[in-house]
């Protein structure tokens, strides 16, 4: 399918690894300029001849100071790419989640998608551009081992939904992807989920039942997700707007 992104010009942040690199790899080969933000952006990502933009997203100005570097080195942009998050399990249950412990939730995983998008607005108006923001299945599927990741996960969904009705007439389209377990370092590198929920126990074990529990009995990979962003953030998805999409091999019991 030709997804006529070719010219444009995307923001993506999250994006030295993970599903947030997989979508840059993926808008690039679609002929797509890509201004990528994290904190260390050498590596693959600065192999790929993007603009790379290193910064941390939890600080308070942190989203838009990647924005503001970004209308200075481009000549503006369409696609606003919020990927940036993270996951820290709490086996010790809800009773051992601080308010540090929320509050730094809270701020990768739902305040810096809002400031970004804040940031870039105007100029997504001005381009009728639009936002595809990584979400999570635990927006719908509550789970107290990422308490508060399932709640800042959800008000994301919600938040970006309600935006969608306030841009909607302006043609800016607003979009969540919620994926299930993807094969990243969040779920399986160093330090990930499989090992902090695996603890003295083996972190293949964790991983392999948690595949089982997908319908296709397997983790979802990052350029899965990345082909999915990239079909929603193309003008292919032109009517497509205010959805959540779930990718997660139909772990997700219900319709
Ligand atoms: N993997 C999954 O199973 C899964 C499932 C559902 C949803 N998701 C969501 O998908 C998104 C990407 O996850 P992933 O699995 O690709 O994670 P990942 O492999 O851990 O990659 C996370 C990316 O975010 C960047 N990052 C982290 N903290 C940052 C900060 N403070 N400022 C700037 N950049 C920061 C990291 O780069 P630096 O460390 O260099 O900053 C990295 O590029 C997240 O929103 C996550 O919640 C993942």
Not at 47 to 54: D, F, P
Not at 80 to 90: C, K, Q
Not at 220 to 249: H, K, M
């Amino acid at each position: 399918m030709e997804l006529n992104l070719a010219g444009k010009t995307a923001l993506v942040t999250g994006a030295s690894k993970g599903i947030g690199l997989a979508i840059t790899k993926e808008l690039v080969a679609e002929g797509v300029q890509v201004v990528a933000g994290a904190r260390t952006v050498g590596g693959e990502l600065g192999s790929l001849g993007v603009e790379t933009i290193a910064v941390d997203l939890s600080t308070p100005n942190g989203p838009a100071d990647f924005v503001t570097e970004a209308l200075e080195r481009t000549q503006g942009f369409d696609i606003l790419v919020n990927n940036v998050g993270a996951v820290h399990p709490r086996p010790g249950g809800f009773a051992s989640v601080t308010d540090e412990d929320w509050l730094a939730t809270w701020t990768l995983d739902f305040l810096s998608a809002v400031r970004t998008t804040r940031a870039a607005l105007p100029m997504l108006l001005e381009r009728t551009g639009a936002i595809v923001t990584v979400c999570s299945v635990n927006a719908i599927l509550p789970d107290p081992l990422v308490i508060d990741y399932s709640a800042a996960k959800a008000a994301s969904a919600n938040f970006f939904k309600a935006l969608s009705k306030e841009v909607g007439l302006s043609g800016v389209r607003v979009n969540t992807v919620s994926p299930g377990p993807v094969s990243t370092d969040l779920w399986l590198g160093k330090g990930g989920v499989a090992e902090t929920v695996a603890g003295d126990g083996d972190p293949a074990a964790v991983a392999a039942k948690v595949a089982a529990g997908a319908v296709t009995g397997r983790f979802t990979t990052p350029e899965e997700v990345a082909a999915l962003v990239v079909f929603l953030a193309s003008d292919r998805a032109g009517n497509l707007t205010g959805a959540d999409i779930v990718i997660d091999g139909g772990m997700t019991p219900t319709l």
